[in-house]
């Protein structure tokens, strides 16, 4: 069991780091660091927004509008870390 244990942390881990290379390459794409015309970075933001929007569509609509400031990710992101704590709390049950 202890290895479902890690194999769930592994997952959170691996979302963790989609999620903050999705957040910093729309930060590049805002401030105009990378360019979408590009087709490197077409692709691969095209398919970070395919993987994530799972994740952030359904928050997408509870959460208000806020003017163009997504929430979405931040909330996503805290949600992930509540879960790590929750399992590593909870860690006992898996030995």
Same mark, same amino acid.
């Given at each position: /069991?202890?290895? *479902?244990?890690?194999?769930?942390?592994?997952? *959170?881990?691996? &979302?963790?780091?989609? $999620?903050?290379?999705?957040?910093? /390459?729309?930060?590049?794409?805002?401030?105009? &660091? $990378?360019?979408?015309?590009?087709?490197?970075?077409?692709?691969?933001?095209?398919?970070?927004? =395919?993987?994530?929007?799972?994740?952030?569509?359904?928050? =997408? =609509?509870?959460?208000?509008? /806020? @003017? @163009?400031?997504? *929430?979405?990710?931040?909330?996503?992101?805290? @949600?992930?870390?509540?879960? =790590?704590? &929750? *399992?590593?709390?909870?860690?006992?049950?898996?030995?």
């Amino acid at each position: /069991m202890t290895s *479902l244990l890690q194999i769930l942390l592994l997952i *959170l881990d691996v &979302v963790w780091f989609i $999620l903050i290379a999705h957040i910093i /390459m729309s930060w590049l794409i805002n401030f105009q &660091v $990378l360019n979408l015309q590009q087709d490197l970075v077409r692709q691969i933001w095209f398919g970070l927004n =395919r993987l994530l929007e799972p994740l952030y569509g359904p928050l =997408r =609509r509870i959460l208000p509008p /806020m @003017g @163009g400031l997504d *929430l979405a990710p931040l909330v996503v992101l805290i @949600g992930i870390y509540a879960i =790590r704590i &929750v *399992l590593q709390n909870n860690a006992a049950a898996f030995y």
